[in-house]
């Protein structure tokens, strides 16, 4: 298959706008969707599938051959199909699918050569998305080619999950690759325009939307060449972020020619340069734990003064677990150059100093948008490797507004609040059986973040009396006066705190 391109330059098409309709009208008659899927094969060997096992789906669907079972078995997982079976799943279309090398066929059987499977998320995105095949399924060696086209995978499900889904006018998808990011941003985005490196990434995105029937400015170039002196309300990436030796072979999905984290910084620095007044960028990224340097100050310094900014460390991984990690995705395990290029890895790691990759997510937000108010940036770092609700992007939202809300706010501001503690909040308490007094007590928030925070007794006193009836001041001064401490440097010490809880959900604001 190649990447066809139009005159002025723009990625052509597999399929024309027409063949799409008619093949997704037949995808709609036969229900293939990911519901009706998850209904033939059962919810075990749709879990299989995630993990490429392709056996249980393929024992649920012996002794089938209706349209459905025909075309999971095509794509899902990855069969050669009768012809007969499949020109009635698709009357008129296989020709048409195999002069633009999504098919092999002949006279007797069919197979596929691009994938194109059912998609569906919990913003209510769905539709169809075209990549290349999956490798590597039930355990089989399958070394991709260098422009390989990612479908979707837990890092694109990740960032859709946190990407802030509000009304915008114009979005960037950088670093489209299947057009996932696209498909969702098209929901509340008046203009989607997505650049990609790699030619066939253009070509399979363009399809992923065609087949959707969404708008999206498709654009060839590197990072935000394609975009030069344009702005956006939101920029959404998963980039290239893996660090790998930048000689050699490489898949351009996921490896950049730049050393160490240098892609990631770059996706963030010229990212702030084309962001609109208060406009935002999300990030799933990987960084560099570098000796003798703390990595919250390495990603700090990637975002300027004055934008405020939010990384979340969900994992670090030691190096030989991150170099086993990508050696098995490209899938490398038991290639007779393995040990090889294990060995080269760590070596390039240990040139650089590089104890440790923190993977995890970024949100940067511009200064300047309409009800920011004036004051400082706010700017959270942290490593936050626990479980949270999913999709998280609400209480990234929430944060925003948060923020917004209470920059420029004076201490006497917050104390003078009446502040109430969210529904989703409970307190534990712990200590020894028959013990006076709780050894600890921390406030727990079930939903967002789902963060615990450690309270000493005053604190879990006037936090725990917050029900909006009463401004904070007083309920300091009124459990001072029990514990018979002095209320003023109580309230100075919970105006940061609340601030704080504020902004992570675990209080609000009314009035």
């Known amino acids: 298959m190649t990447a066809p391109t139009t005159g002025d330059g723009a990625p052509g098409r597999l399929l024309t706008p027409a063949a799409c309709a008619d093949l997704t009208a037949a995808f709609a008659e036969h229900a293939y969707e990911v519901d009706a899927v998850v209904a033939a094969i059962g919810e075990p060997a749709h879990a299989a599938l995630a993990r490429n096992a392709t056996v249980p789906a393929r024992l649920a669907l012996t002794g089938r051959d209706d349209p459905l079972a025909t075309l999971t078995r095509l794509w899902l997982l990855q069969d050669r199909v009768p012809r007969r079976d499949l020109d009635r799943a698709l009357p008129g279309l296989v020709p048409t699918l195999a002069d633009a090398g999504i098919l092999q066929a002949d006279d007797d059987t069919v197979l596929a050569l691009v994938d194109l499977r059912p998609y569906a998320s919990d913003d209510g995105a769905s539709g169809w998305i075209a990549s290349d095949l999956t490798?590597?399924?039930?355990?089989?060696?399958?070394?991709?080619?260098?422009?390989?086209?990612?479908?979707?995978?837990s890092a694109s499900s990740?960032?859709?999950?946190?990407?802030?889904?509000?009304?915008?006018?114009?979005?960037?998808?950088?670093?489209?690759?299947?057009?996932?990011?696209?498909?969702?941003?098209?929901?509340?985005?008046?203009?989607?325009v997505a650049t990609d490196l790699n030619p066939r990434a253009l070509l399979l995105a363009r399809l992923t939307a065609d087949l959707n029937g969404v708008e999206v400015d498709l654009r060839q170039g590197d990072l935000y060449a394609p975009v030069a002196g344009e702005r956006f309300d939101l920029v959404v990436t998963n980039p290239p972020y893996v660090l790998s030796p930048p000689t050699g072979e490489r898949l351009?999905?996921?490896?950049?020619?730049?050393?160490?984290?240098?892609?990631?910084?770059?996706?963030?620095?010229?990212?702030?340069?084309?962001?609109?007044?208060?406009?935002?960028?999300?990030?799933?990224?990987?960084?560099?734990?570098?000796?003798?340097?703390?990595?919250?100050?390495?990603?700090?310094?990637?975002?300027?003064?004055?934008?405020?900014?939010?990384?979340?460390?969900?994992?670090?991984?030691?190096?030989?677990?991150?170099?086993?990690?990508?050696?098995?995705?490209?899938?490398?395990?038991?290639?007779?150059?393995?040990?090889?290029?294990?060995?080269?890895?760590?070596?390039y790691f240990d040139r650089l100093g590089i104890e440790g990759v923190g993977m995890g997510w970024l949100l940067v937000r511009g200064p300047g948008g309409a009800g920011s108010g004036t004051g400082p940036a706010h700017r959270t770092l942290e490593s936050w490797p626990y479980g949270v609700e999913q999709p998280v992007a609400p209480a990234f939202a929430r944060e925003l507004d948060v923020v917004d809300a209470l920059r420029g706010r004076t201490a006497d501001e917050v104390l003078d609040t009446a502040w109430t503690l969210a529904p989703d909040v409970v307190e534990e308490t712990f200590g020894a059986p028959g013990a006076d007094d709780p050894s600890s007590i921390v406030l727990r928030q079930q939903r967002g973040l789902r963060r615990a925070v450690a309270l000493d007794t005053a604190a879990a006193g006037v936090l725990g009396a917050c029900d909006g009836d009463l401004p904070l001041r007083t309920l300091v001064e009124?459990?001072?006066?029990?514990?018979?401490?002095?209320?003023?440097?109580?309230?100075?010490?919970?105006?940061?705190?609340?601030?704080?809880l504020a902004v992570d959900g675990l209080l609000t604001a009314d009035r």
Not at 280 to 304: F, I, M, S, Y
Not at 479 to 485: E, T
Not at 486 to 500: G, I, K, N, T
Request: net charge negative.
């Open 252 to 347: 351009t999905y996921r490896e950049g020619t730049r050393t160490s984290d240098g892609l990631v910084e770059a996706v963030v620095r010229q990212g702030v340069e084309h962001l609109t007044d208060g406009g935002v960028l999300q990030v799933l990224a990987n960084w560099a734990h570098v000796r003798g340097e703390d990595w919250t100050d390495r990603v700090a310094a990637w975002v300027p003064a004055g934008f405020d900014l939010h990384a979340v460390e969900r994992e670090v991984l030691d190096p030989y677990a991150y170099v086993e990690l990508w050696l098995a995705d490209a899938g490398l395990t038991g290639a007779p150059d393995y040990l090889e290029r294990y060995a080269a890895w760590c070596a």
């Open 478 to 500: 009124t459990v001072a006066g029990l514990l018979r401490v002095d209320a003023a440097p109580l309230a100075a010490a919970l105006v940061d705190r609340v601030r704080d």
């Open 158 to 192: 990740t960032l859709a999950q946190m990407t802030v889904r509000r009304p915008v006018a114009r979005a960037l998808d950088l670093g489209t690759g299947c057009g996932v990011q696209s498909l969702h941003l098209a929901r509340h985005a008046r203009e989607v």
């Open 135 to 153: 490798p590597g399924l039930d355990t089989r060696i399958t070394p991709m080619r260098p422009d390989f086209v990612l479908g979707v995978s």
